[in-house]
């Protein structure tokens, strides 16, 4: 076909005349050259777009193909029947109206518009169909809404326009310079993506939550989804809530719902979609094969995360081991490298399979490695734990839930300038240091990794080694972040943690950090009905009575100077 034209009448034609004698619907790929890519053929009411690999992948939002379809009758187009423009990021959409004596009718012309600004948890709007309005000038993108008699077209909303239809034109009259078309169409995502992108952010993601409980228990878990993807440098474009009775075993949210998510990440030119469950290996193939966009659930997430902080070596391998036990059973939904769609020939056999079990392989393989190195590593800490042990020196655990503290407080009981950022898991690596008590009393105290809920049971158990160090402590101190809003799920998910770890039955001291965020009524909610203690790690506040109940739980009641001393910094232990 000529470059420039949209569909050219001689191929309308012919494709008709086929479709008509067939009595089903036929379908090309196109791209921009007029080359034909692939033909498909359907049936007499559908018809799927095959998916192409030459298609380019990763792309910010077309693939550089339009799909030419007919359709027998000339019934109006729903949204459902233009969901593959987003789907397999075409061009655009051409469909061909089939009369009975098969010749070509109206050929109805549709492409993506880019999603309008809202304001930030705006409510979104029902899928229909707007008011007909004008065509806009050739090249043009923004939708007009003043009607005329002349040409109309018509949009089809869901948070604004989501396509635009040319007004249908037999093939003859289609006069759109489809090259000058798309190139307006694309600078005009690129207006809207330099409009609304975020220095310093490396990619933009659409976060999802789908639940059988109450949608304030899954905004919560929201809120803290938004915490690990920003600690992770994504610019948050959207926030999805989808209420269901049960979760689908397949896409976990229903393929509508994922086909409707998909679409509106691709009008916000989204990279990622950040799913606040921990996704089988089943759902993670089917989201695979229905998106190129990249998929991360929350065990994905924390991973990506943890292998940007660890400092380490042994972090390091720790991190590196927990992505490869998640990686291996997850090997053929990976949609980046096409190992989905390499399976063999009868009964499983062929080049396909080969090439997956060789992956398999090498990645046991590795993780067989790094288990021993890992094993190497656990054996220094523990020389270095027993010569702890020898001076009798008492051992101090600070854990918590991330971002609760822990680092502040031990630069300033230590005097110490470990890393602290207002991130969750800033701390990864274990660090630890020597404390002098008020009498006089020596002890090592321990940052710890913090703990987060549904923590993966892979990533626990790489970092087994790290959290030996809290089963050779003589006391724990579970640091709580008192002003968070959610913080009694906060210690519950912890006390779980530390139970499956059997460190349960370690003594404990509860302390409530940030309490300078607080107001008096709300502090004294806070310590109702419970031993507790309430300080600030940042302003200094209640470490003084922090200090004394240490050394009470360690050494037992007694005298302490009128004054505490400031604590003293001692060469770090081991």
């Given at each position: 076909m000529p470059p420039r034209q949209i569909v050219s009448h001689e191929l309308a034609r012919e494709l008709a005349a086929i479709s008509r004698e067939l009595n089903r619907r036929l379908g090309l790929l196109v791209d921009r050259s007029g080359r034909i890519e692939a033909i498909a053929v359907g049936e007499a009411l559908r018809i799927e777009?095959?998916?192409q690999p030459s298609a380019p992948s990763g792309r910010?939002?077309?693939?550089?193909l339009r799909f030419l379809t007919t359709r027998l009758g000339n019934e109006p187009l729903t949204a459902p029947d233009l969901a593959p423009l987003a789907l397999h990021?075409?061009?655009?959409?051409?469909?061909?109206?089939?009369?009975?004596?098969?010749?070509?009718?109206?050929?109805?012309v549709a492409h993506l518009l880019p999603a309008p600004?809202?304001?930030?948890?705006?409510?979104?709007?029902?899928?229909?169909?707007?008011?007909?309005?004008?065509?806009?000038?050739?090249?043009?993108?923004?939708?007009?809404?003043?009607?005329?008699?002349?040409?109309?077209?018509?949009?089809?909303?869901?948070?604004?326009?989501?396509?635009r239809l040319l007004p249908p034109r037999p093939a003859a009259e289609l006069d759109d310079d489809f090259l000058e078309l798309i190139r307006a169409l694309e600078q005009e995502f690129d207006r809207y993506r330099a409009r609304t992108k975020v220095a310093g952010k490396v990619g933009r993601a659409i976060l999802v939550h789908v639940t059988t409980k109450s949608r304030a228990?899954?905004?919560?878990?929201?809120?803290?989804?938004?915490?690990l993807a920003a600690s992770s440098d994504l610019q948050i474009v959207e926030r999805v809530v989808q209420r269901r009775?049960?979760?689908?075993?397949?896409?976990?949210?229903?393929?509508?719902?994922?086909q409707d998510l998909i679409i509106h990440a691709l009008r916000l030119q989204a990279e990622f979609i950040v799913v606040d469950q921990n996704l089988t290996p089943a759902q993670a193939r089917a989201i695979a094969h229905a998106t190129d966009i990249k998929v991360l659930d929350r065990s994905q997430l924390i991973l990506d995360i943890f292998a940007g902080r660890a400092r380490t070596r042994e972090g390091k391998i720790q991190v590196e081991l927990a992505q490869l036990k998640y990686l291996l059973p997850r090997l053929m939904t990976r949609g980046d490298n096409g190992l989905s769609r390499l399976e063999g020939g009868i009964g499983g056999r062929g080049p396909?399979?080969?090439?997956?079990?060789?992956?398999?392989?090498?990645?046991?393989?590795?993780?067989?490695?790094?288990?021993?190195?890992?094993?190497?590593e656990r054996k220094r800490r523990?020389?270095?734990r027993a010569r702890r042990r020898e001076r009798d020196v008492p051992v101090i655990s600070l854990v918590g839930y991330t971002n609760a503290g822990k680092s502040t407080l031990l630069n300033l009981l230590t005097r110490s300038e470990v890393f602290v950022e207002h991130r969750m898991f800033a701390t990864l690596d274990p660090t630890s240091r020597r404390l002098r008590l008020p009498r006089e009393r020596e002890v090592v105290i321990n940052d710890t990794v913090g703990f987060i809920r549904d923590l993966p049971r892979d990533l626990i158990a790489a970092f087994r080694a790290t959290l030996e160090e809290i089963e050779d402590s003589d006391l724990i101190v579970h640091l709580v972040d008192g002003s968070h809003p959610d913080h009694e799920a906060q210690i519950g998910a912890v006390e779980r943690i530390l139970d499956d770890l059997e460190y349960g039955s370690i003594p404990s001291i509860l302390a409530f950090n940030k309490i300078d965020r607080l107001r008096k009524a709300e502090l004294r909610d806070l310590l109702t009905g419970r031993e507790a203690l309430a300080i600030s790690a940042l302003k200094g506040s209640g470490i003084d009575d922090l200090l004394r109940h240490i050394d009470e739980v360690l050494h037992g009641p007694g005298e302490f100077p009128r004054a505490a001393p400031a604590p003293k910094r001692i060469d770090a232990a081991g």
């Open positions: 777009v095959p998916r910010m939002r077309f693939c550089t990021r075409l061009d655009c959409m051409g469909v061909i109206e089939v009369t009975e004596e098969g010749r070509p009718g109206d050929v109805r600004d809202r304001p930030s948890g705006a409510p979104r709007s029902a899928p229909q169909i707007a008011p007909e309005s004008p065509t806009p000038p050739r090249g043009v993108v923004r939708p007009l809404r003043k009607p005329r008699r002349k040409r109309q077209a018509e949009d089809i909303f869901a948070d604004g326009e989501r396509y228990v899954a905004e919560a878990s929201m809120d803290e989804l938004a915490e009775s049960s979760f689908d075993p397949k896409t976990l949210m229903g393929s509508g719902k994922l396909g399979e080969q090439k997956l079990e060789t992956d398999r392989r090498r990645v046991r393989d590795r993780i067989r490695r790094l288990e021993k190195q890992l094993k190497a523990e020389q270095r």
